[in-house]
């Protein structure tokens, strides 16, 4: 079956600090994946896709970053979390239905 | 620029009856996928519905229904028999030909027991 996973599911990191988000796609191959962020009570935005590995375009400049090492695994980082970076993240990906189909999503609080 | 716009932040209704979400987008595009997603409080995003813009019929799933009117850009959701279940963020989502897709700010539903 088709499942995508993300972990960890809630973080608490530092000002300053590192972040990897990370998200594993199964069932199937050459995913188009997503990484979004929804800040409290509101909408998504959009932060990187990929149609490939090694292929990421970024949607809004930031100290955000996204790789892809592998065919099914989609990796969010920074180096230096700011508070603005506080939200909840959420990795998807497009099913052959046409649908992007989400994680369980990852909460990020920077303190 | 395609935008979707959903002009109601909060709803509510009673349990068991039914409820209207509205949702608009503007579009130059023939061809594009339409998408109800609820988000309940866990936070999961799951998808409700989906439309497909060459299909004239409406969609439906279970309870859940939809008034698709592509000449005024409309993309209403239907929610009949209301279960307090249904208690979510509802997002309206808009899909062109390639990998891009525009979400609408959401529309909070409360359902009243």
């Known amino acids: 079956s088709q499942t995508i996973h993300q972990w960890p599911a809630t973080l608490v990191q530092p000002v300053g600090s590192p972040l990897s988000l990370e998200c594993t796609v199964e069932g199937t191959s050459n995913p188009n994946l997503y990484w979004y962020r929804q800040a409290a009570g509101r909408g998504l935005q959009l932060l990187f896709y990929s149609v490939g590995i090694g292929q990421i375009s970024s949607e809004v400049p930031q100290n955000l970053s996204a790789s892809r090492p592998q065919d099914r695994q989609f990796i969010l980082s920074s180096k230096k979390l700011l508070l603005s970076d506080s939200g909840f993240y959420l990795c998807?990906?497009?099913?052959?239905?046409?649908?992007?189909?989400f994680g369980e999503g990852s909460r990020l609080t920077v303190l | 620029a395609q935008t979707v716009t959903q002009s109601q932040p909060e709803m509510s209704v009673q349990e068991a009856e039914t409820v209207t979400l509205s949702c608009t987008y503007d579009t130059s595009e023939s061809d594009y996928y339409l998408f109800w997603y609820k988000q309940p409080p866990s936070r999961q995003m799951i998808l409700v519905i989906r439309?497909?813009?060459?299909?004239?019929q409406n969609a439906t799933e279970n309870r859940f229904s939809v008034n698709f009117q592509k000449a005024a850009k409309s993309f209403s959701l239907k929610i009949s028999d209301s279960q307090l279940g249904d208690a979510a963020m509802y997002f309206c989502a808009y899909r062109a030909t390639g990998n891009q897709f525009y979400f609408g700010t959401g529309t909070s539903l409360t359902v009243i027991p």
């Open positions: 439309q497909e813009a060459y299909k004239q």
């Open positions: 998807a990906w497009i099913r052959g239905t046409g649908e992007l189909f």
